[in-house]
């Protein structure tokens, strides 16, 4: 028969930039290629082959698999949870005229008929077993759940049966039939599960919504107004201070010099705790951006920013008091960061808080060592190197160094270093979570760049590379 209508193209293949097309792909993991873990590859085979063979033992007939096919394909097609309990005991009526009731569990020891397709003249009078079994005319099918199911219902489930599966008649089923139930109620087990998960899930993202206008009106805004504070006590630090230029001549000396003693000093303090108030907003606003919760990821806002100056400088003024304190000095050997423009377009807010977990790891992990000419060392440097096609021909990178003494990182640990929870055995000593370096890794990858470690006699070097703004 002939047709008028025109052939169907494919999908319209999208336009690329010229930027695009001429990024190189990303390195390859080698962790990703199975043949690199061989352990979980023969596993999983081992696994596989192992259900293969349950599946030809079972032996399930044509119908039979056409049910459990129908049932997955439905399940995700039905959202409402009535809908898919009807789903549940509807398929075995309409395949097999076989008549199922769905009991599930409420609360600790409480359990109710969930859903049947007509009312039993008799409830069961006792709770069902755990395992599949006859009770008089009726066979019983546990709905298992997982471990983490009583998290997700908020009370224990006994053997993680969410609840059972009863078959009407099922006591004069042949066993391969009971058996059949058995595996459909496996089925109805874990998209019970599933449906919880991402139930729990919307509860969550609601929360997150809800906290994150509170963030915003119980913290930002209250954060903000700390700030006509701090311009009334500088206003005050002032008027103190035209009061010592302007005493009279008549004014003891030593009145007027502590007078000027307690304005320094006031003034110092009003600098120290000014600063701390702007790094902490500075975090608090990048931190706890809307969009991070909207969207759930890291959302950059990028700039461009003057790297010694908005960036590195304040995490070093920062961190310098705690450096004293241990006795760690802060070496420019690696040549600092220059006082030079540095094109680099980045999210102010994350890429501070990078160098400060690495300078707050520095305050944590320097060692003293012996240098090479016998005396004691204990100090942390940073610096900056320009690395020539690092993101590919004529992309030039920025590696920025943080290198403190101590003693290397054993080589067998390097590979988790940038790993959440990570944390090396020779830092159990010390207070940490093992996320600093794990935000450093995510927030620098979304930047682009990539970070690493470099050992040496007399320490550790954790480095950061970002890519030079194009033209910059």
């Known amino acids: 028969m002939k047709s008028d209508a025109k052939p169907v193209s494919g999908p319209r293949r999208q336009e690329e930039t010229p930027a695009q097309a001429q990024r190189p792909p990303l390195p390859p993991d080698p962790a990703q290629c199975m043949e690199n873990d061989p352990v979980r ?10 259900k293969l063979e349950d599946a030809e033992g079972y032996a399930f007939s044509a119908d039979e698999l056409r049910m459990l096919t129908v049932f997955f ?17 509807l398929l075995p009526m309409l395949f097999f005229d076989q008549d199922c009731r769905l009991y599930l569990r409420t609360g600790p020891g409480a359990w109710k008929l969930a859903r049947c397709l007509k009312l039993p003249a008799t409830l069961p009078a006792l709770e069902p077993p755990p395992r599949p079994a006859v009770r008089g005319a009726n066979y019983y099918a546990p709905i298992l759940g997982r471990k983490d199911s009583g998290e997700l219902l908020g009370f224990d489930i006994p053997d993680t049966s969410l609840g059972w599966l009863e078959v009407a008649g099922g ?3 042949s066993r391969h039939t ?12 874990f998209q019970l599960h599933s449906r919880m998960v991402r139930s729990k899930n919307r509860e969550h993202l609601a929360f997150i919504q809800n906290l994150v206008e509170d963030i915003g009106h119980n913290v930002i805004v209250p954060n903000m107004v700390f700030k006509l504070f701090f311009n009334r ?18 004014t003891p000396a030593e009145f007027t010099a502590s007078l000027d003693f307690l304005q320094a000093r006031l003034s110092a303090q009003y600098a120290e705790i000014s600063s701390h108030y702007a790094q902490t907003s500075l975090f608090l606003e990048t931190l706890l951006r809307r969009r991070h919760f909207q969207e759930g990821r890291y959302v950059l806002e990028k700039r ?33 960061i220059p006082n030079e423009p540095i094109h680099l377009m980045v999210d102010l807010g994350l890429i501070a808080q990078v160098y400060a977990n ?11 060592v012996t240098g090479p000419d016998g005396l004691p060392l204990k100090f942390m440097a940073y610096g900056l190197e320009t690395l020539a096609d690092s ?15 101590g003693t290397p990182i054993p080589e067998a640990e390097r590979e988790g270093l940038f790993k959440p929870g990570f944390r090396s055995a020779s830092t159990q000593r010390e207070h940490g979570t093992g996320q600093g370096l794990a935000f450093v890794h995510q927030v620098v990858e979304l930047h682009g760049g990539y970070v690493g470690y470099e050992p040496s006699e007399l320490g550790n070097n954790f480095f950061i590379v970002l890519p030079v703004e194009e033209g910059g």
């Open 304 to 336: 461009r920013v003057s790297l010694l100056k908005q960036v590195v400088e304040p995490q070093v003024e920062r961190y310098r008091p705690r450096m004293e304190d241990r006795g760690i000095a802060i070496d420019l050997s690696m040549g600092g």
């Open 41 to 50: 590859n023969e596993g999983m085979a081992r696994r596989v082959l192992q």
């Open 178 to 189: 009971q058996m059949f139930f058995e595996k459909y109620a496996s089925r109805i087990g």
């Open 391 to 405: 993101f590919g021909p004529g992309r030039a990178g920025v590696k920025l160094n943080v290198f403190t003494t």
């Open 233 to 250: 006590l500088n206003a005050s630090i002032g008027a103190l201070a035209r009061c010592v230029a302007e005493a009279p001549p008549e």
């Open 73 to 89: 394909e439905l399940s995700q097609e039905f959202d409402t949870r009535r809908d898919f309990l009807t789903l549940c005991v």
């Open 358 to 368: 690495l300078f707050s790891n520095a305050v944590k992990y320097t060692r003293t």
């Open 171 to 173: 006591a004069g089923l």
